[in-house]
């Protein structure tokens, strides 16, 4: 059974940083493309990150770019998303999700097949 889980989220101050961690279970991620999203209340899901299978490509949202690093550790079977300078707009449930064979980097939703379960950052004073 193919599985997601993240971890690494909580409650920080305004400036904090964060890392973030998306283990697979089930499946190695080695040819699997893998992209971080975020819901926050009352918003829709969007696009924070993504990288391409082999590492090669990575691509951020606008809001996040210069604050936020992807990286992926195919030995770890483990993706990485550091979250430096955070905010509170910040605040928001953040999923990763996989999908397979890709060589690029996407936020694209449709083309995620494999989802986690989400965990909560909260960006608060």
């Known amino acids: 059974q193919l599985q997601l889980v993240e971890s690494g989220g909580g409650l920080v101050q305004p400036g904090g940083s964060l890392r973030l961690s998306c283990a697979a279970s089930?499946?190695?991620?080695?040819?699997?493309?893998v992209g971080w999203f975020r819901q926050a209340p009352g918003k829709e899901r969007e696009g924070v990150s993504g990288?391409?299978?082999?590492?090669?490509?990575?691509n951020y949202a606008d809001s996040v770019k210069g604050r936020f690093t992807i990286s992926r550790d195919n030995a770890k079977n483990t993706v990485y998303l550091q979250m430096n300078s955070l905010k509170p707009e910040d605040t928001a449930v953040y999923y990763c999700a996989a999908f397979y064979g890709s060589g690029i980097a996407t936020m694209g939703q449709s083309l995620y097949d494999n989802w986690g379960q989400g965990t909560q950052v909260t960006v608060s004073s």
């Open positions: 990288i391409s299978s082999s590492g090669g490509s990575t």
């Open positions: 089930g499946f190695s991620l080695d040819h699997y493309a």
